[in-house]
């Protein structure tokens, strides 16, 4: 070991002494290294002097020492500009992990913590305390608005951990009981549903069941967006509806049914411009009005809570799925991101799984004839040649 205690002459008398702390001096790639242990004891001088050649060691491998990692507090500023970078096209999605992340940080024992701290016991115990608190409506948290909380923990500590600010992250498990709405409109419910509304209600009903669309794609429908007359060679005519949210989503072109054509003829006033749906002063329909309107009738008709006004866009894909239509037809007509998507929008009634059986039967029976067919040629043609 190259240790040393550098030599020095005192002011006062000019006499040479020895410094009482002990140096390290050692040549590393061609350098010399030349730094002080700050310490008088030799031992540990000396440990100080191969942890430093150590760590050259470690650096020239590509092992460099992770830095400190920050509080969720001090990383939460950083998440929320990467998300506003992530998603900058998707401003709902943006605000959604913002607030999401602002609740996160009321949890004193999250927000002070380093993330490589926030392990699974400790994301066990705010889940048991969101579920124990309740809503400004005086209800306790439902599964989904923790989960959803959950997500956003989630995604951070990914992302920290992609930054390489934490070596490992806690598997985060949801909070079972999530109420997933599926509920989907039977034919005689529709029946009575539209019997039971009237004007923009009734005809964003029939919109919806029609044509599969957002209730914001609805209420943000242009005229200059609808082609009620079919195209050359074309059995209908068809709206477009322009994506707003990403660069990378194209317009679809959604064929209308007849009962679509006929309201929107019945609806055109002469005015081939803005909005199909909006209030008597030209302004737009807010979705709150949509919803309230639609309770009130689903209210009225003792029909299920979970029938929502985006049932009626989750009924047109269970029907499409039930007429036969592929997950990748699906996915063109109703604007979903991924045909896993898709596949979740068809829920097969037991009278479709009996269609589909029926079809099976008779497709197994037609080559069961083909297979006889076959066999009497291959006996006749044996018998011949004996």
Request: charged residues 30%.
């Amino acid at each position: 070991m190259a240790l040393f205690r550098p030599k020095y002459r005192d002011l006062k008398t000019g006499e040479p002494k020895y410094s009482r702390v002990w140096w390290f001096k050692f040549s590393w790639r061609g350098e010399l290294v030349r730094e002080s242990t700050k310490h008088t004891n030799k031992r540990v001088a000396t440990q100080i002097e191969a942890a430093r050649k150590t760590a050259l060691a470690k650096g020239e491998v590509g092992i460099v020492k992770r830095a400190a990692a920050p509080t969720l507090a001090a990383f939460a500023p950083r998440f929320e500009q990467a998300i506003e970078t992530q998603c900058a096209e998707k401003p709902k999605t943006v605000g959604f992990y913002k607030a999401k992340l602002r609740q996160l940080l009321k949890h004193k024992p999250f927000a002070d913590s380093k993330l490589n701290e926030i392990e699974e016991a400790m994301i066990d115990e705010y889940k048991n305390r969101r579920t124990k608190q309740e809503s400004r409506r005086k209800k306790p948290f439902s599964p989904a608005s923790v989960n959803r909380e959950l997500a956003t923990l989630r995604r951070l500590l990914r992302l920290a951990h992609e930054w390489k600010l934490m070596d490992r992250v806690p598997r985060i498990r949801m909070l079972r009981g999530e109420r997933i709405r599926e509920f989907v409109l039977s034919h005689q419910q529709e029946d009575l549903y539209l019997a039971a509304t009237s004007g923009d209600l009734h005809e964003i009903a029939v919109l919806l069941l029609d044509t599969g669309l957002r209730i914001g794609e609805v209420l943000s429908l242009e005229w200059t967006a609808v082609r009620i007359d079919p195209a050359q060679g074309a059995n209908y005519g068809f709206l477009t509806v322009r994506a707003k949210n990403s660069k990378n989503s194209r317009p679809r072109n959604v064929p209308l049914t007849e009962r679509v054509s006929k309201m929107l003829v019945g609806k055109q006033t002469g005015s081939f411009s803005g909005l199909v749906f909006q209030r008597t002063n030209g302004q737009p329909l807010c979705q709150t009005w949509v919803n309230e309107q639609h309770r009130g009738v689903r209210d009225l008709l003792k029909l299920p809570t979970d029938f929502v006004p985006h049932s009626l866009r989750h009924t047109y894909g269970t029907r499409l799925g039930e007429a036969g239509a592929d997950a990748f037809t699906i996915m063109r007509l109703m604007g979903h991101s991924t045909v896993t998507v898709s596949q979740r929008y068809v829920h097969p009634s037991p009278e479709s799984m009996e269609r589909a059986v029926s079809r099976l039967e008779a497709f197994n029976a037609v080559e069961a004839k083909k297979v006889v067919k076959e066999s009497g040629k291959v006996k006749i043609e044996s018998v011949a040649v004996f």
